[in-house]
């Protein structure tokens, strides 16, 4: 095998052992997110909030999540369109330079 294919597969496995370390040493720990401690400090401080309901609420989790996927591929498509457009651009250069 070549030295950079050798490289790759102990990197990958660095990579894995680490994670399964990682796991392994957790405990019973919670995997809380920001979410929750944020909630936790605000209400800490006495705030109250101006209304207590979101302004629309989706129908179901079912439209929830689609709502979420197409935010998702909206926002990866002008990515794309965005790297496309510069990669055009690029190549574009280089063939004038040529």
Do not use: N
Request: hydrophobic letters at 45%; a negative charge; glycine letters at 14%.
């Amino acid at each position: 095998m070549k030295r950079s294919t050798i490289e790759i597969i102990v990197g990958i496995l660095i990579i894995l052992g680490l994670v399964v370390f990682a796991l392994a040493t957790g405990g019973d720990s919670e995997w809380g997110g920001a979410d929750g401690g944020a909630e936790d400090m605000i209400s800490e401080t006495g705030y109250e909030p101006w209304f207590e309901s979101p302004l629309w609420a989706p129908p179901s989790g079912e439209v929830e999540s689609l709502l979420f996927a197409l935010q998702a591929a909206i926002g990866t498509g002008v990515a794309c369109l965005i790297f496309g457009y510069w990669l055009g651009q690029s190549k574009r250069k280089d063939e004038k330079e040529a």
